[in-house]
């Protein structure tokens, strides 16, 4: 035989009330101590699971944003090495200023015999770097006993000095003990042998004794190898400004490109080309201070270098203004990932944050809840306490 116990309707109804409250109790402080409103797909699924791909896209995002500051500092070692180079090409264009402006010959080797015109002929020669061609006569001496008589005629070697200065532009030949001596301010080369045998020379080849007549500027020469050193410089530089191990200014490093993310699918991205900015891509020539045809020594060869290092100056400009471009986009999608990824947290603690104010309130109010209805189950058993009076 079974036994149960019997409640009145108002005292099951206080009971059950109760339990209701401690129910909502216990919610209400599990809120209060994680600080989520739905901590489990129990919860409220659409909420949960919405709040899990959002902070899974923020996350990815975030994985991100390394490589997208590694490729900042990357754009910016290239453009510092950029910045470094161009001091470096400008020290150059300063040497080619000091060595145009420098006028400080001193012959080299021995000058030949010159003599009298003996025939008519043209002469060759180059003055710092230009061709002159210089036209003699033939030299018939004055005869003032013959019948009839005749006066002198033609180019003597003293006539061939002078049109030799006029086409150097200055006094620079000259007779010293009968051989042709050359000294001044211009670099004077033959390499025509007809004039090298007019000029004296023994030997009419015009390989060996070209340089029997070639100046050398010692100031330049100098100048020359110190702008060599400069472009040993350059070199070295494009290959130290590298980051994380690219280097976008190199032509030797084969990570002479970059690659930047910027979504989780990498759907979005930018690549970032190199340049070659050693001397070599620069188109900057060293000088071969060894050879005295090459070295730094004409006007025209060092104008031809200052114009080499004028377009390598716009090289410089051009790329830098490229990467200067590209380091904005990618500054720019840094600060816009940040902001992403602070707008999907917002959105997916708006799903499942709990607000600890209204939770308070609510632990306010269910304590409160909770002694009424202690005090209602109370008086519902009051009746049953009369009973027992009576029995008393």
Known sequence: ??????????????????????????????????????????????????????????????GLLDGISNGIQTIQAANQGITS????????????SQALASKSYTTVGAGGTIADAAADATLKIKVDGLDKSISIKKY??????????????????????DKLNDAAGSKVFSLDSGKLAVSGNAKIEVTDSDTLTALGFTANTAGTNAKELTVE???RTSLAKQFN????????????????????????????????????????????????????GLKLDAIDASDLTKAFQSDTDISTTASQLTTASSTLRSQASTFGSNLSVVQNRQDFS????NVLGVGSANLTNADLN??????????????????ALSLANQAQQGVLQLLR
């Open 338 to 341: 940040k902001q992403l990824i």
């Open 1 to 62: 035989m079974s036994s149960s116990i019997t409640l009145s309707a108002a005292s099951r109804q206080n009971l059950l009330s109760l339990q209701d409250t401690a129910s909502l109790t216990s919610t209400t402080q599990n809120r209060l101590a994680t600080g989520k409103k739905v901590s489990s797909a129990l919860d409220n699924p659409v909420n949960f699971f919405t709040s899990q791909a959002l902070d899974s896209r923020a996350g990815d995002l975030n």
């Open 85 to 96: 180079i161009q001091k470096l090409v400008d020290q150059a264009k300063s040497i080619t």
């Open 217 to 219: 500027d010692k100031n």
């Open 358 to 375: 209204e939770e308070a309130a609510n632990s306010q109010a269910l304590s409160t809840r909770q002694s009424l209805g202690i005090s």
């Open 140 to 161: 018939t001496a004055a005869a003032p006993t013959a019948t009839p008589p005749t006066l002198a005629s033609g180019d003597d070697k003293d006539a061939i000095i």
């Open 229 to 280: 050193s400069l472009l040993s410089q350059i070199d070295q530089l494009a290959k130290d400004a590298s980051y994380n191990g690219v280097n976008l200014i190199s032509s030797g490093d084969k990570a002479n490109k970059l690659h930047i993310a910027f979504n989780e699918n990498n759907s979005s991205s930018l690549d970032v080309s190199g340049s070659d900015l050693t001397s070599g």
